[in-house]
């Protein structure tokens, strides 16, 4: 059998599963779930269809790491699969997260003037626009946006331009598939600098992961559109843009805060590659100047004072057993006041989180170190964050994607099946089946601490095969 038809009946099977994928989660979600042993089996289904989609993404990434990918049809075709799959998914509608909706929601307030960071966007619920919305499956809960104000301009620049709901999601969903696209276009372009040799697999790994495809054309959620400016910000420092990369990473904070994460990484990577500091620190200064413009050009509209980030704090307060913290911060309130236990889990976790950069910055001594530094990063957050949510997954799988190497391939494999099997327990909860509290355990169980065991299980396995059959396939060349 050729690789051509390899490919072929991969992307065939993986199409059919993603329709698959789509009616499950549509059958599990509150408006149309069954009761009883229906639902449960309709639940068995979906994490069998999602362990088998798995095996496919698999077998693709094992045909492109034997090189039978490298040229001709076979290699054109799994490039354009993927995009078929995230073209297909636009056309539907989100069915296990409400973000599209209240991005929406955000939009409309700032249509009619009304602020999102001054406003809880639950207010909406009892506007006509708001009733239409839950109509469509929107759940009003949330408070005033923790997002950036590009972010929120896009929003309303959408609402404005297509107040009718379904041309509005339609349209932020289509915003986010193309920035997800775009990542893939950075992940390529980045080891084309850094190490062509894995190219094609490090662009299939993000390219084809059911995560990124269905979180982003299939929910709409907004990380796609950070995710591209750190990749971007990355691309730039690796070809010595630093002022350029500097006003990429503010445009990356301005969409979610996160965005930010990577800078140490690369401030220390262009002090130990460059060979005039001074030059360097001139062109970082230039490119802090005009990011801080930017900021406070996209800022000054929507300034409130400090309440501006009130949506932001709340979102980084640890959610009760939400995540690693979560479970820390039901500990910790039992022996001192909520607000003392939360600045208390905000001051460990900050340190420990800060800890790990630091030791990630050891790391960085060339364009590899660099890219294994940010993927070491991002797991770690995933881990410290103050909640878990199954998007949160795709930050780590793009990082990862830059090293695919077999220990950063396995990481992306076991943060991307535990973000597909954790993808629909929030909806479970909301069918009844568990409460909050019980949820955000088990969340916490499959989403963080499953990855992390599965991880921890190779790292102390590996030794017992000695270095040479674990070694990473992966050569870098210089940058």
């Not at 850094?194 to 054309?217: C, D, K, S």
């Not at 070809?239 to 979610?256: D, F, I, N, P, Q």
């Not at 960085?364 to 103050?386: E, I, N």
């Amino acid at each position: 059998m050729t690789s051509t038809t390899r490919v072929v009946l991969i992307g065939g099977a993986s199409g059919t599963l993603y329709a698959a994928t789509y009616a499950l989660q549509r059958s599990i979600a509150p408006v149309h779930a069954g009761t009883g042993s229906a639902l449960t089996w309709i639940v068995t289904l979906y994490l069998v269809v999602t362990v088998v989609q798995f095996v496919l993404y698999g077998m693709l990434i094992s045909l492109a790491s034997r090189g039978a990918l490298e040229s001709g049809r076979a290699r054109a075709l799994a490039l354009v699969f993927p995009v078929l799959f995230n073209a297909a998914l636009l056309a539907g509608r989100p069915s296990l997260s409400i973000d599209v909706f209240t991005y929406i929601a955000h939009g409309y307030q700032a249509s009619i003037g009304q602020s999102p960071y001054a406003h809880p966007v639950k207010e909406v619920a009892e506007m006509p626009f708001g009733r239409e919305l839950a109509r469509f499956g929107w759940i009003p809960v949330h408070g005033v946006s923790p997002y950036g104000p590009i972010w929120t301009e896009i929003e309303a620049t959408v609402v404005r331009a297509t107040p009718d709901i379904p041309a509005a999601m339609l349209a932020i969903k289509t915003i986010v598939t193309l920035f997800s696209l775009g990542c893939a276009l950075m992940i390529w372009s980045i080891l084309a600098k850094v190490a062509p040799r894995p190219q094609l697999i490090g662009t299939l790994l993000y390219l084809w992961n059911p995560v990124t495809i269905v979180e982003f054309a299939g929910e709409g959620h907004n990380d796609a559109v950070m995710m591209f400016f750190m990749l971007l910000s990355l691309f730039l420092w690796l070809r010595a843009r630093e002022g350029v990369s500097m006003v990429a990473t503010a445009c990356a904070a301005l969409v979610k805060v996160v965005g930010v994460m990577l800078v140490p990484l690369e401030l220390v990577y262009a002090w130990r590659t460059h060979h005039d500091r001074r030059r360097l620190v001139g062109q970082i200064l230039v490119g802090a100047g005009i990011a801080a413009g930017i900021a406070v050009l996209v800022l000054a509209p929507v300034w409130i004072g400090w309440h501006t980030f009130d949506g932001l704090r709340a979102h980084s307060r640890p959610s009760i057993l939400a995540s690693t913290p979560g479970v820390l911060y039901w500990y910790l309130i039992r022996s001192h006041s909520e607000q003392a236990s939360a600045l208390l889990l905000s001051t460990m976790m900050t340190g420990a989180f800060a800890v790990a950069v630091a030791f990630a910055c050891l790391m960085v001594k060339d364009a590899a170190s660099l890219l294994r530094a940010c993927g070491f990063v991002a797991v770690v957050y995933l881990v410290v964050a103050p909640g878990y949510w199954p998007w949160y997954a795709a930050m780590p799988i793009a990082l990862l994607a830059l090293t695919p190497d077999r220990t950063f391939v396995w990481a992306i494999v076991a943060v991307s099946v535990a973000s597909r099997l954790a993808a629909p327990i929030d909806t479970l909860r909301l069918d009844g089946w568990m409460d909050w509290e019980r949820e955000m355990f088990i969340v916490t169980i499959v989403g963080v601490w499953l990855p992390v065991a599965l991880l921890s299980i190779r790292a102390a396995w590996r030794p017992r095969y000695g270095r040479s059959q674990y070694a990473s396939p992966v050569r870098y060349v210089s940058s």
